[in-house]
């Protein structure tokens, strides 16, 4: 099993640019979730799906947060424009029976 | 909603000594308790949980209490090991619908040899 994949690992973008963060869930798992990790704020929950469908987005920050899932192998998190204060590592999580939640390695953001 | 708190943020010890790290929870209809190891760099990996059925469970050197009365939990590692220097993270679910699980600060545990 490959795990919950991400990409990029690594992002570094300008003010007002559009960030696209892209996670592939682990095969046969049925919800997803978009964390954000800070020093400040530390690991913060965005967004999570449920059988495709969005359940809960009240962590995502602003209207310039968006996030998708057009099917069960795909999701996207998309930041338009982006702001420096966007700078953090986001995670995507994955689980089947409920509660076990596994992390892909995540994204690094860096916006200047 | 639900809000977790943990302590203490910074915990160092000796190799071979234990560490206990602790939380509380604010929802009572909260059911499981997840414990995550972040190593430096690396992503959230889940090492022991525990439902609201159990008091107590156990994996090798680690284990995990929890009393739903008063609504805390706590991390237990025995005989730790440099390699156990890590951020430790305490979670709780975050609604009924049994998904969303809310983290708290994280404890940066180091271990001295």
């Known amino acids: 099993d490959a795990g919950v994949i991400q990409s990029p690992r690594h992002e570094v973008t300008e003010m007002g640019q559009e960030v696209t963060l892209r996670c592939k869930p682990i095969?046969?798992?049925?919800?997803l979730f978009w964390y954000r990790q800070t020093m400040m704020r530390g690991l913060e929950l965005l967004i999570y799906f449920n059988n495709n469908v969005p359940i809960d987005d009240s962590g995502m920050p602003e209207d310039r947060f968006s996030a998708k899932m057009p099917n069960a192998s795909f999701s996207t998190l998309k930041i338009q424009p982006s702001e420096p204060r966007d700078s953090a590592v986001y995670f995507c999580?994955?689980?089947?029976?409920?509660?076990?939640?596994?992390f892909g390695p995540g994204t690094r953001l860096t916006v200047t | 909603g639900e809000n977790v708190e943990q302590h203490p943020s910074t915990l160092s010890v000796q190799e071979g000594d234990s560490a206990v790290i602790k939380c509380t929870y604010s929802?009572?209809?909260?059911?499981?308790f997840p414990w995550y190891k972040q190593e430096l760099g690396k992503r959230p990996q889940l090492i022991i949980d525990?439902?609201?059925?159990?008091g107590e469970k156990k994996d090798q050197r680690i284990a995990v209490t929890l009393n739903k009365t008063a609504k805390h939990f706590s991390l237990h590692i025995t005989e730790t090991q440099p390699e156990d220097s890590a951020v430790y993270f305490c979670?709780?679910?975050?609604?009924?619908?049994?998904?969303?699980?809310?983290f708290g600060k994280g404890t940066t545990l180091s271990v001295s040899s």
């Open positions: 525990i439902r609201s059925n159990v």
């Open positions: 095969s046969g798992h049925n919800s």
């Open positions: 999580a994955s689980s089947y029976i409920a509660y076990e939640q596994y």
């Open positions: 979670a709780a679910l975050a609604n009924q619908a049994g998904t969303a699980l809310i």
């Open positions: 929802d009572s209809a909260s059911n499981y």
